[in-house]
Structures are given as C-alpha cells and as structure tokens.
C-alpha cells in the first residue's frame, strides 16, 4: 500500500533552517510528482511547492521563492523540504503528498510539526 | 493571482444532503478537488477531476464543477462527515486551496 512517511517533529529558532523528509513506498517513487502543504495550527491548507522525483524539476510558491528548497535521493525514495530563515509565522504542520496534476493528491504523509520559537 | 472562495461553515442534519461551495473566476474551465481533514489527521481525497470518488470513498461524495463554482455534495450525510472541506485546483502550475468549509452535522 502506498505510504508516505515523515520524519518527526522540530524546534527551531528564529533564523534557523528547517529540513523535512517524506518517506515514499508502495509505488515506483518517481511515477510520482511530490507536493509540499502546510497548515497552521486553526488555520487552512497553503501550498509550498512540488518537485518532480523523475527529472529534479521543483515549481516553488511565489511566498516562499528563494526560502524553500526541495529535494531528493531517489534509491532511498525520500523527498525533503527544507525552508531557510525561520520566523515564528513558518510555526505549522508541513505534509508531503503524492500528486498527479488533475487528479488531486492522493496520499499524504502524517505531518511534521515545526515549532519556531526563541 | 488566482483565489477559491468557501463559506467559513455550512450545517447539516443527519440524514440530509450537504452542498459546499467553492467559487474561482471561470473555475469550470479547470479540474476541482476536494479534500476531507478531520482534527489531528491529515487530509484526504474526497473527490477529483470535478465528479471521481478515489476508492474507498462512500458514494454519497459526489462533486460538479461549472462556471465560476464547484460544489461537493454529501447525500444521507453522517455524523462521520463531520470535518473540514477543502476545495482545489491549478492556476499555471500552481495548486490553489480554499479556506476551508466546516461541514458541522447536528
């Protein structure tokens, strides 16, 4: 079954950066494009990006242009994001999802909370 | 830049039918998803390309998608439905979210 698997919770301080892993299996990795989400905490759902395992290619949100990066090791089959100079508003819940553009993303992972606190 | 509108809340008795609404400037004209998120778990695909139910998705989840709206519906709806209700879709390579719709049965 597929599944997509974070790595665990952060604490950070403001400045610091941030690199989440996402985890992929029951599917061939890099069929796939991954989509990175986050969510504060009552808040709703904000697209950070996605990045194609198959070519590297990376489409990133114009909020988060030149602070965010995303990346791969295709024979472990992860995905990472990682977001540079952390300010308290960064404090949130980041998924990774599985995405075929037009047909929705279908898998997520459980989340990663990332707590930015002095 | 490109915005999906939702109400804040919408209610429900059990039992009846459910209609979220997600309006975008000629939104028809792209393919909308929607996402169910109840607290603590993550999201999870409720309906695609306008009208497909994922496996696993009780057929009482249906969706269209004309105009400038795109609705999801929840026929017989159940107290399990209760959630939050997120409408998307891609604007030049961009996914796009709505705020969100607490879908409250009572």
């Known amino acids: 079954q597929v599944q997509l698997v974070q790595s665990g919770a952060e604490v950070k301080k403001p400045g610091a950066s941030v690199k989440v892993s996402c985890k992929a299996s029951g599917y061939t990795f890099t069929s796939y494009d991954i989509n990175w989400v986050r969510q504060a905490t009552g808040q709703g759902l904000e697209w950070m990006g996605w990045m194609n395992p198959n070519s590297g290619d990376t489409g990133y949100a114009q909020k988060f242009q030149g602070r965010v990066s995303m990346t791969m090791t295709t024979s472990i089959n992860t995905a990472y994001m990682e977001l540079s100079s952390l300010g308290s508003e960064d404090t949130a819940v980041y998924y990774c999802a599985r995405v075929q553009v037009n047909y929705g993303f279908d898998y997520w992972g459980q989340g990663t909370l990332v707590t930015v606190s002095s | 830049s490109y915005a999906l509108t939702q109400p804040p809340s919408v209610s429900v008795s059990p039992g009846q039918t459910a209609s979220i609404t997600c309006s975008g400037d000629r939104l028809g004209d792209k393919y909308a998803s929607w996402y169910q998120q109840k607290p603590g778990q993550s999201p999870v695909l409720v309906i695609y390309?306008?009208?497909k139910r994922p496996s696993g998705i009780p057929e009482r989840f249906s969706g269209s998608n004309s105009g400038n709206t795109a609705t999801l519906t929840i026929s017989g709806t159940q107290a399990m439905d209760e959630a939050d209700y997120y409408c998307?879709?891609?604007?030049?390579?961009?996914?796009?979210f709505g705020g969100g719709t607490k879908l409250t049965v009572l």
């Open positions: 998307q879709a891609w604007d030049s390579s961009t996914a796009i």
């Open positions: 390309q306008d009208t």
